[in-house]
């Protein structure tokens, strides 16, 4: 036959366009199940959950597909035809394929629903994400997760090695590779303890002073320290280089010398006078706080969910 009388017969030649324009969706293939074992179309219509009207034109519609006829319908009922046999058959292979798909679909996200990886730099890993993490746990009990805690280029690396599927930054810049989200923002403070000079300072510190002076310091790498030096334009040498915002603040408190910490890890000490807040000068030290994630993976199941919990998180001043 030529490629003329096909088309004049309403014929589709085989393999002319794509499977979805030659083979009728599951719905109309389930509808047609239906009515093979139930001989009614109103009783098919009402399983799958359609008005009679609408199962009546998908199964025209299937027919003008195929070009056959598939149902005969009368009074007493609908009955296939034999054309309609042969396709019902078909269809519930192509049925229970789909049926085992759909399983193994769900097995999938029922395993990357299982646990999550989270990775985040010190501030935000102590004082932000238990908060996060226990609302996320009231919705999902079943969900494993891992925290693992560094600074802003630990996050990175975690992220990019794919040890982790969400992570949280306080750094200046986004490594190439990740896309991000900024979900809070935080004022970083100067502290010393109550005994120190500056502490009885009456007029506010020069932010040259601050640069000029050795201070106890997080370590490079740190998103602190990164937005700090980019304020200051660069600091001194360091008087203590530490591993920890907890061990940075503890130094403060025992008198080595003054810090610079967010003002999330500093609350408790300043309330109880431990530390004492030295107002500065000619710079503003604040900071975006960041979800970060794989460029092209984003966020899914509970790594969204946890996500989307950020956004209650303190908005800063």
Request: proline share 6%; net charge positive.
């Amino acid at each position: 036959m030529s490629s003329a009388e096909g088309q004049g017969n309403g014929r589709t030649p085989p393999g002319a366009g794509s499977l979805a324009h030659r083979v009728p969706d599951l719905g109309a293939l389930e509808l047609l199940l239906a009515v093979a074992r139930l001989g009614s179309l109103g009783a098919a219509a009402r399983e799958v959950g359609v008005s009679q009207p609408a199962a009546s034109s998908r199964i025209r519609s299937m027919e003008r597909q195929l070009g056959v006829a598939l149902v005969d319908r009368s009074p007493r009922g609908s009955r296939l035809t034999d054309a309609g046999v042969l396709v019902t058959d078909w269809a519930r292979r192509v049925v229970e394929a789909a049926e085992a798909f759909d399983v193994g679909a769900q097995a999938l996200r029922d395993r990357r629903d299982s646990r999550l990886r989270v990775a985040a730099s010190m501030t935000i890993a102590e004082y932000l994400l238990p908060g996060w993490l226990l609302a996320l746990r009231a919705g999902r009990p079943d969900t494993a997760v891992s925290l693992l805690a560094g600074n802003s280029a630990a996050v990175a690396e975690r992220l990019l090695s794919d040890e982790a599927d969400l992570g949280f930054v306080e750094g200046l810049t986004v490594p190439a590779g990740l896309d991000s989200v900024v979900v809070a923002h935080d004022h970083l403070v100067v502290v010393t303890a109550p005994g120190h000079p500056w502490a009885r300072r009456r007029r506010p510190l020069p932010a040259d002073e601050l640069a000029a002076t050795p201070l106890v310091l997080r370590e490079k790498g740190s998103g602190t320290r990164q937005v700090l030096d980019a304020a200051l334009g660069g600091l001194a040498r360091p008087l203590i280089e530490l591993s920890s915002t907890t061990a940075v603040k503890a130094s403060a408190v025992a008198g080595a010398g003054p810090a610079v910490l967010s003002e999330l890890a500093v609350g408790e000490e300043l309330a109880t006078r431990r530390l004492v807040s030295v107002p500065v000068e000619g710079v503003r030290l604040r900071r975006e706080l960041r979800a970060v994630w794989r460029t092209g993976h984003r966020p899914a199941g509970p790594a969204r969910e946890l996500l989307g919990l950020t956004r209650n998180a303190p908005k800063g001043r």
